[in-house]
């Protein structure tokens, strides 16, 4: 957003956005200054809710529910706003005013007023009627002999009307219910705030009292049916036990599964025993059999071999003592008895103790071993007659076991939905009887008036006002595509702006007068103006030495003639030769040849090819029935025309049509070098202006806009 451009079209509105809001305020105080004074009234209702210390008893380790706790405040609320309530406040409001005229909280309304004394009295009676049957006040209670909810709300005191001034509210963290009603009479407020605390702690405990002697009712009877099925299923089991003579299945069955397993762990001792028994048996045999040289076998062949021995040294001393003592038989004594040495020395190392013992204690020990195999033998033979025994005692048992499962079963869900049932009869009747009370904890008084809100609604009239206006002058901002600057213009359009003009008064001055003035200010800074445009006119026509421009704008009226005749004067200034085809008709002045005095029409001479010419000034007037240039000439004989025009003149000034007129401008067009767009201030280029500037860019010389109009600050 442009702030500066902003700020001048803020500018433009800056009355609107002073006056709107001082007109505002001014109302407002005439609306306000005679507003009575308000007073307000406070009732707070104790609920229990959060107060622990009017609570009967809170179970151990539970926290309070917040979230539960604030709904229940909500519902209390809602409940206090219901139609059934407003209603009982509302015949009660109207009953006091009716019952004691003379400490009416109101002026009787019209429709009060227009009753007699014995209609008021039906009417009282009808208002009592309604209150004792609680019914809710609505617009069908106008259809009765009265109608009641249009005498009601014509004193104010309907739903719609008390609940404008009426708030009900609780405190973050608060026991109370808060109820505050702000009216005109203090006796008002306090009598509002207090009848609807008492009739809705009353109806409140009606409904809730209600409510759970429906529910016991409901729980009573639910237990009862509870209770009946529970005893019939616990009848059926008893009567299954009974007749299958099983006390406690699950013991029993427990106890015979305890044996088989004692058993089923006997048997296995047994085996056990049987094959280590038989292995020892073996090893005892094995020694038995020689296989150790510590049993008997061993040293029966050593003294074998001793007797052989001295068998054979017997002999040898026999030999030697009948032969003579011969030395050879010597030497076999002496061998022989060697060896006898050595043999009874090695016997007696390998057997220090008896071998006949061990062997005995080998032979007792595999006895023993037969005799506990055999034992174990027939226990095993015991023990299966046993197994089979409660093995069949175990599997008649699993029928009832799975007959009194289904019982038991029964008969613990009946046990169940009893308890709970019990349970929840029990808690009901403790909340009925512990439950939440209300009770109005402060009751409302008559207060002081409430400061004055005149100040704030002034503020608040002012401020509305003045945004109000604000945002509608930034939405004209901002929705306005009219532009006023040449930035704006070329951000719009794409093309450059060469020079601006101001707004010039010319009625009944022509272009030599204006030129003329040097005392006007507004002609001083229009020809300057028109002199920067001139220089930047002239440096594109020199630099490829053009000399035929056009001038025309995207619609009428944008001030291109008058451009066009003021260009023309500015370059005869300048001495240059000039030709003028169209541009503003002004009056001739017989004085200066600078004037704009010579007038002939184009089309004659494109049929001559002849123009008389003037000192410095020549204009060819264009036919104003927008005839088309090549309906009269052939272009060929049209560039001749220009041809001729170009070595007569130092400058060709057209004055274009505006591209409304599309066919035509786009002809002359066709013969100009140079070309410009003039726009007004102030205008909008639309989506058809678009396709017209659009074949305008595609023109090689177009040298841009000059923006036109611009109104001075003497002006605005």
Not at 587 to 612: D, Q
């Amino acid at each position: 957003m442009d702030f500066k451009d902003f700020s001048k079209h803020l500018n433009r509105y800056k009355w609107l956005v002073i006056i709107v809001p001082v007109v505002a305020v001014a109302i407002t105080y005439f609306m306000v200054k005679n507003m009575p004074n308000e007073y307000s009234s406070e009732a707070q209702i104790s609920t229990g809710l959060v107060d622990q210390s009017k609570q009967v008893y809170t179970e151990a380790g539970q926290g309070r529910d917040y979230y539960q706790t604030s709904q229940q405040f909500a519902n209390i609320m809602e409940k206090m706003k219901m139609k059934k309530i407003m209603s009982i406040l509302s015949y009660n409001l109207i009953l006091h005013d009716l019952e004691s005229p003379e400490n009416s909280f109101k002026k009787y309304s019209q429709k009060i007023d227009s009753l007699s004394a014995p209609q008021k009295k039906e009417l009282i009676e009808l208002v009592k009627s309604k209150l004792e049957k609680k019914s809710v006040l609505t617009v069908a209670d106008n259809k009765e002999k009265y109608p009641l909810y249009n005498i009601v709300a014509s004193m104010g005191y309907d739903e719609k009307s008390l609940d404008k001034k009426l708030s009900i509210s609780h405190g973050d963290g608060s026991d109370f219910i808060t109820v505050k009603y702000l009216s005109e009479n203090p006796e008002l407020s306090a009598y509002v705030v207090n009848t609807l605390a008492k009739e809705f702690i009353s109806n409140y405990t009606l409904d809730v009292n209600f409510n759970q002697n429906n529910s016991i009712v409901m729980l009573d009877s639910l237990l009862r049916k509870k209770e009946d099925v529970m005893n019939q299923k616990n009848e059926a089991l008893r009567n299954f036990k009974m007749a299958n003579g099983v006390l406690n299945l699950d013991k029993q069955s427990e106890i015979v599964y305890s044996q088989i397993s004692q058993n089923e762990e006997l048997k296995a001792q047994a085996v056990r025993s049987i094959q280590s028994n038989q292995g020892a048996i073996a090893a005892i045999e094995a020694k038995l059999r020689g296989s150790d040289p510590y049993v008997g076998g061993s040293v029966i062949s050593d003294n074998r071999d001793i007797v052989n021995i001295k068998n054979q040294l017997k002999i040898a001393n026999d030999r030697y003592i009948d032969g003579g003592f011969k030395v050879s038989d010597k030497r076999k004594i002496d061998s022989l008895s060697n060896i006898l040495s050595n043999m009874t020395a090695r016997n007696s190392d390998n057997n220090i103790t008896d071998p006949t013992v061990s062997k005995q204690n080998l032979i007792q020990q595999r006895a023993a071993l037969q005799i506990a195999t055999d034992q174990a033998r027939s226990s095993i033979a015991s023990i299966d007659r046993e197994l089979s025994m409660l093995r069949g005692k175990y599997n008649k048992m699993v029928p009832f076991d799975a007959g009194i499962q289904n019982y038991e079963r029964d008969a613990d869900l009946a046990t169940k939905d009893y308890m709970e049932a019990l349970n929840r009869y029990n808690q009901t009747r403790t909340e009925q009887n512990i439950g939440l009370k209300l009770n109005i904890a402060q009751y409302g008084l008559i207060g002081t008036p409430e400061p004055s809100k005149a100040i704030i609604y002034l503020a608040l009239s002012g401020i509305g006002s003045f945004s109000l206006c604000f945002m509608a002058v930034v939405g004209l901002f901002f929705l306005d595509n009219s532009i006023y600057t040449p930035k704006q213009l070329e951000q719009v359009s794409g093309l450059p702006v060469i020079g601006n003009l101001t707004l010039v008064d010319v009625q009944g001055k022509s272009i030599k007068s204006i030129w003329n003035d040097a005392n006007n200010p507004d002609y001083i800074a229009y020809k300057n103006l028109l002199r920067s445009i001139r220089l930047e006119i002239s440096n594109h026509m020199e630099a490829d030495d053009s000399k035929i421009l056009g001038i025309t704008s995207l619609g009428e009226g944008e001030g291109k003639s008058f451009l066009a005749s003021s260009l023309a004067q500015a370059f005869a200034m300048t001495g240059k030769k000039i030709l003028l085809i169209g541009g503003e008709n002004h009056t001739p002045e017989a004085s200066n040849t600078k004037e704009l005095v010579t007038r002939e029409n184009f089309e004659t001479f494109l049929v001559k090819k002849e123009i008389r010419t003037d000192d410095l000034i020549t204009v060819l007037n264009k036919n104003n029935d927008n005839t088309s240039l090549l309906e009269l000439q052939s272009n060929k004989s049209l560039k001749a025309g220009f041809d001729v025009l170009r070595e007569e003149f130092d400058l060709i000034i057209i004055d274009v049509n505006s591209m409304r007129d599309l066919n035509i401008a786009k002809e002359w067009l066709m013969f100009t070098e140079k070309s410009l767009i003039v726009f007004e201030v102030g205008g909008v280029i639309s989506d058809t202006d678009r396709d017209a500037l659009n074949y305008l860019k595609e023109q090689p010389g177009l040298l841009g806009w000059v923006l036109n109009k611009i109104r001075t600050n003497s002006k605005n």
